[in-house]
């Protein structure tokens, strides 16, 4: 139980720290999405699970590593050419997570750049780490489950050919020894993703200032016009 609190708790912050890094280092646009080209999105259609942080959407973790987002995630659209927003994709067959493809401004500084690579560094760890989770919790409920109906002396499938299932206690055994199996590797997990959010939150507070310094400097320039 206290693994699955911890599991939680680290979920609910992924969300909450992405979706306000996003909404802070990108630019707010309004845009269309198409699954086959400009001409769709000028008609305002959006790929299937596709959400564009531009007109409202919750943020969750991504993967690049090292190659271009779409690429990396084996998505079946890109953004349109003209968007400057964000665009979040359906969800990976294995980690459940939606990948965020970010919108990279051609004025972006260095700093901008640090954080938009410390928030694809994060998606990336965080990607690894649920798609090895989930192959190994579904691999090892099946042999649980193969191994109890085997010791009752039965078979994958009942008569009718439904696959054969465990009751609610028998399988409580199986999330406990789970759970208890994997705890460090959550607790580690929780670790390095407060590693990566103090790190996101630190470069958007620079980001943050470094802004509000322009624009102080920009008004005091009108003002002095």
């Known amino acids: 139980m206290a693994a699955a609190r911890v599991l939680r708790a680290g979920a609910c912050r992924r969300r909450l720290l992405l979706s306000s890094a996003s909404s802070s280092a990108s630019s707010s646009a309004s845009s269309a999405s198409s699954s086959g080209g400009s001409r769709a999105a000028e008609r305002g259609e959006w790929p299937d699970g596709a959400v564009n942080p531009g007109g409202g959407g919750r943020f969750c973790g991504g993967s690049l590593g090292g190659r271009r987002p779409a690429e990396a995630w084996g998505l079946g659209f890109r953004p349109p050419a003209h968007s400057h927003s964000d665009w979040i994709g359906p969800p990976d067959q294995h980690s459940n997570l939606r990948p965020v493809i970010f919108y990279v401004p051609p004025e972006e500084s260095a700093l901008e750049r640090r954080l938009r690579e410390a928030r694809q560094e994060a998606q990336a760890s965080n990607q690894r780490f649920w798609a090895r ?93």
Do not use: C, P
Request: a positive charge; proline letters at 0%.
């Open 133 to 225: 989770h989930n192959r190994a919790f579904r691999q090892e409920k099946e042999e649980f489950i193969y191994s109890r109906l085997k010791a009752k002396g039965l078979e994958m499938r009942d008569e009718s050919g439904h696959k054969a299932t465990l009751n609610a206690e028998e399988m409580a055994d199986f999330y406990k020894d789970f759970l208890s199996k994997n705890l460090k590797k959550h607790l580690q997990y929780n670790r390095d993703w407060y590693k990566h959010n103090f790190r996101i939150t630190f470069l958007m507070g620079q980001v943050a200032l470094v802004r509000a310094l322009r624009w102080l400097r920009w008004r005091k320039k009108n003002v002095e016009q």
